[in-house]
């Protein structure tokens, strides 16, 4: 069983900064790429920034300069560094991550419960 659990979600006012925590845990072999995608109401979820296990990342257009992806392998911990948010960032965040539990052979995607982050003032 593996468990996803994303925090440091909230309210905060326009041009302010935020930091989102995802934590993966269970029976973890190895994870490879992770990701954040957010879903804002009545729109599809969207990919926000994804990073590769050796550190490579890609972003959406719309956060490029803005947000930064990071991740620590050893903690199976990634972040999101949200600055200058605006109100259209406003969504629920989700983490995602490509995990090989110890016991199978392949790999799977896996989602986290996801947290809200509100841009408003």
């Known amino acids: 069983q593996v468990q996803l659990v994303e925090s440091g979600g909230g309210l905060v006012q326009p041009g302010g900064a935020m930091r989102l925590s995802c934590v993966a845990s269970g029976s973890i072999f190895m994870i490879y790429t992770m990701g954040w995608y957010r879903q804002a109401p009545g729109e599809k979820r969207e990919l926000v920034a994804a990073i590769t296990r050796d550190g490579n990342t890609n972003y959406a257009d719309s956060v490029k300069g803005r947000f930064t992806i990071s991740r620590n392998n050893a903690k199976n911990t990634m972040f999101l560094q949200m600055n200058t948010l605006k109100p259209e960032d406003t969504a629920v965040y989700y983490c995602?991550?490509?995990?090989?539990?110890?016991?199978?052979?392949?790999?799977?995607?896996?989602w986290g419960e996801g947290t809200q982050v509100t841009v408003s003032s």
């Open positions: 995602n991550a490509n995990i090989k539990q110890r016991q199978l052979s392949i790999s799977s995607n896996y």
